[in-house]
């Protein structure tokens, strides 16, 4: 099996309403969090809001850095193995849920409850109960030793 390089990802957690806004491919079943690869030479910080430019229009939203998340899956027959900053996403108060919508033609963005997550397909499945107990800052989650 073909193995890749490790990639460095930013991903946010945007919270409205005690739910949680996720990405997915289209078609696909599984879903993130929002945000995509850290470009070399960029910080983590920076490449989350480009991607939440990119992909939802967001500019200049408040980001403080809540955890980090080692995750490792097979993608396309070749092993995956990336590293998450993760960070929580403060929007301004009169943010509207259906204001949030893809501007990729490739993703689509759904609202899941956060009591939901496990039986909608959460990717990394470490995030559920770090999501559940509040997003403390400061962890360190990883789906290791599931692969």
Same mark, same amino acid.
């Given at each position: 099996?073909?193995?890749?390089?490790? *990639?460095?990802?930013? +991903?946010?957690?945007?919270?409205?309403? !005690?739910?949680?806004?996720?990405?997915?491919?289209?078609?696909? *079943?599984?879903?993130?969090?929002?945000?995509?690869?850290?470009?070399?030479?960029?910080?983590?910080?920076?490449?989350?809001? +480009? !991607?939440?430019?990119?992909?939802?229009?967001?500019?200049?939203?408040?980001?403080?850095?809540?955890?980090?998340?080692?995750?490792?899956?097979?993608?396309?027959?070749?092993?995956?193995?990336?590293?998450?900053?993760?960070?929580?996403?403060?929007?301004?108060?009169?943010?509207?849920?259906?204001?949030?919508?893809?501007?990729?033609?490739?993703?689509?963005?759904?609202?899941?409850?956060? +009591? /939901?997550?496990? *039986? +909608?397909?959460?990717?990394?499945?470490?995030?559920?109960?770090?999501?559940?107990?509040?997003?403390?800052?400061?962890?360190?989650?990883?789906?290791?030793? /599931?692969?």
């Amino acid at each position: 099996m073909k193995e890749t390089a490790l *990639e460095t990802i930013a +991903r946010g957690v945007i919270i409205l309403k !005690e739910r949680l806004l996720v990405c997915r491919a289209l078609g696909s *079943e599984r879903c993130y969090l929002p945000g995509g690869h850290v470009d070399h030479g960029e910080d983590g910080h920076t490449a989350l809001n +480009r !991607e939440l430019h990119e992909e939802l229009g967001l500019l200049g939203g408040s980001l403080t850095f809540a955890a980090t998340c080692e995750h490792a899956f097979i993608q396309k027959s070749a092993k995956v193995h990336e590293w998450s900053l993760v960070f929580n996403v403060s929007l301004p108060e009169d943010t509207k849920e259906d204001a949030l919508c893809s501007k990729e033609s490739h993703i689509e963005f759904e609202w899941i409850p956060i +009591r /939901e997550l496990s *039986e +909608r397909g959460l990717e990394p499945s470490c995030l559920i109960p770090w999501l559940e107990e509040g997003s403390p800052t400061g962890a360190f989650l990883s789906t290791m030793r /599931e692969v």
